[in-house]
């Protein structure tokens, strides 16, 4: 479920129907002509400087789309506007599969070249073919168009859903603020066929949302953990700045953790990270950052120290009694990554150590609450291990 921590993104959708009606917000702006220009080139300058090339091609599609309709490349663009829409849905989906890269990479150009190939195909049907784009329309259809009988053009509604049902299927199983932020403009895209909301405020709010999701992608950057997804240690330092009137801080260390990783290598002890930061969050009260290394750290909100010992303790216990099996055998001589064959009844033991300090009359700063946690931590390894000491 990590995609919901990126869900206040298309949360800016949900106002769209809403803003209209207060009376005391003025949203004029949204309609400069000028504005999905300066939005749509921010974001593909951001998308150099980030790598992002999903966003890149997402801004430089429409971008170029709403070029090409003020520079009236497109013929009768205002009545197939609705057809447009449907195959930029298509291909904000199909950039939702490909992984963030340079854009001026190999698989950029592909991109490129397809984007631009699409481009000519259709201004030569356009010039061509123009009646052509009309054959979409509802008498043209099937039966089973009937039930989308109140638009007068179903196939790009269709189109715009199941794009956006590609890309959701897509965020679940490679979650991201980027592929958040192309599941949003797909479903921007779905909102406009539906309702018909002008190009001019349709192409800035699909601007801001790329803009909006390379703001979240610096965030994950700059306060997120990459390996186990929990929060950074910089996040902890800004986080106890503010840390509230009453709380306790948990210091959690993994045992032997070197061990580990000089006998079984670092893929090893890679999943172990993950596995022991899956175990805190799912069990453990407060929040969790990763402190560096084989180290957490628990913001525990709160007065009640015992129940915060009960959840740490059960906490624990989950971790030791984790069925963590090998998962592969022996490294081959001169290569540091582990060979596919499987090593039968070898079984991983993992187990924490636990510091529990809480904010009292004695110690009322942050760093003074952090350094006695530190201290019962050092205080459960030297008393065998697998264990919790708590501060008093």
């Not at 709010?205 to 929990?230: I, N, Q």
């Not at 120290?305 to 624990?316: D, I, P």
């Amino acid at each position: 479920m990590q995609w919901l921590r990126f869900s206040w993104i298309p949360g800016l959708l949900l106002g769209l129907p809403l803003v209209q009606y207060l009376p005391w917000l003025d949203l004029a702006f949204l309609h400069n002509a000028q504005l999905p220009f300066l939005l749509l080139v921010g974001a593909l300058l951001l998308s150099f400087f980030y790598h992002s090339s999903r966003v890149g091609l997402a801004a430089l599609l429409l971008m170029a789309f709403y070029g090409a309709t003020r520079l009236d490349w497109l013929l009768g663009w205002e009545q197939d506007l609705p057809i447009y829409l449907g195959l930029i849905a298509l291909n904000l989906m199909l950039f939702s599969c490909s992984r963030d890269r340079s854009i001026w990479g190999y698989l950029g150009g592909v991109w490129l070249m397809a984007l631009l190939g699409q481009g000519m195909g259709l201004f030569w049907v356009q010039q061509n073919f123009g009646p052509l784009l009309q054959q979409f329309s509802l008498p043209h259809l099937p039966a089973w168009s009937l039930a989308f009988e109140s638009f007068t053009s179903p196939l790009p509604l269709l189109a715009c859903m199941a794009a956006s049902m590609g890309a959701f299927a897509l965020l679940i199983l490679y979650p991201g603020p980027t592929a958040m932020g192309l599941l949003s403009c797909n479903l921007l895209m779905l909102y406009g066929v539906w309702s018909g909301m002008p190009l001019v405020p349709l192409m800035s709010v699909a601007g801001l949302l790329l803009l909006t999701s390379l703001l979240g992608s610096s965030y994950e950057l700059a306060f997120r953990d990459e390996l186990t997804g929990v929060k950074s240690r910089r996040a902890f330092r800004y986080q106890m700045l503010t840390p509230g009137w009453h709380y306790c801080i948990a210091m959690i260390d993994i045992d032997h953790f070197k061990k580990l990783n000089d006998r079984f290598g670092h893929q090893l002890g890679d999943q172990v990270l993950r596995m022991v930061a899956t175990q805190i969050a799912r069990y453990a009260p407060g929040q969790l950052f990763r402190y560096g290394g084989e180290e957490f750290v628990l913001l525990i909100p709160g007065r009640d120290r015992e129940a915060a010992e009960k959840q740490l303790e059960f906490m624990r216990e989950k971790i030791a009694s984790y069925p963590m099996h090998l998962r592969s055998g022996k490294r081959s001589s001169g290569n540091k990554f582990w060979r596919s064959e499987n090593r039968t009844g070898q079984q991983v033991k993992v187990t924490v150590s636990i510091g529990l300090a809480q904010k009292s009359r004695r110690l009322r700063r942050a760093e003074e609450i952090l350094k006695a946690a530190d201290q019962a931590l050092y205080k459960a390894k030297r008393s065998g291990r697998n264990r919790m000491s708590i501060h008093h």
